[in-house]
């Protein structure tokens, strides 16, 4: 299996995060790091990752002065990891564990069969056998959105805002490599990024088994006020391509 580094954001997590899941995925797969980043936590996150980078050289934290935003924390973090780490693939996993880390195997397993993919991203598509729940709100919000980013994109990309995406590194070097222009609707910036034809051919959609609505959540409405400035992003990266 190739090695990879995953980047996770961290806001005011301390009753959230799941600590012993993310020591029991490093004692399982000796491939796969984790670089955690502090954006400006209030209460006791930062203290949290402290102890768990003092467990194992398999996780590390860097720690953002004030809240950035989870845009930025990414960024930072995926920068973190193109820079100072030699993992073949870089990518980042919400902190709250709504997909279940139980997933990237099968996100890793498609860099092993296809050499010119560039990156794969989390798809919470409800088809038979699969287990994805949300809250009535979210599956209304997540339907306008879907249209609307859809129409931007141009590209069948089912699902851009699942929190769990894993590029090849020297791939995440490029996209985050300029700061995002929206705070919480970065995803479809970053695919912008790739560009259309990268999109359509070496970008793969990986269906999620599970997916859970974790209370907590802070994307909302705020995310879905960003929707009117795509169209104008997505124009200003294509004629940049």
Known sequence: MKTLALAIPCHNEAKRLDIQAFINASEKWQWISFCFIDDGSTDST??????LSN????????????????????RQGMLHICENTRADCAGFWDADLATPLEAIPSF?????ENA????????RWPHLGTEIKRSPLRNI???VAK???????????????CGAKIFKRETAAEIFR???????LFDVELLSRLGKNSLGKEVREIPLEEWYDIP??????????????????????MLQS
């Open 116 to 123: 010119n993919l560039k990156g794969t991203i989390g798809s």
């Open 108 to 112: 890793m397993r498609q860099f092993e």
């Open 46 to 51: 930062a203290s949290m990752l402290a102890h």
């Open 147 to 161: 249209f609307m980013i859809r129409r931007v994109l141009d590209v069948p990309v089912w699902d851009t805002q």
């Open 178 to 184: 300029a700061p995002f222009k929206t705070r919480w």
């Open 216 to 237: 907590g959540s802070k994307v909302g409405l705020r995310a879905l006020a960003e929707l009117a400035f795509l169209p104008s992003i997505y124009r200003g990266y």
């Open 141 to 143: 919000g997540g339907a």
């Open 55 to 74: 467990l194992s050289p398999a996780f590390h934290a860097i720690y953002l002065e004030k809240n950035m935003g989870k845009a930025e924390a990414v």
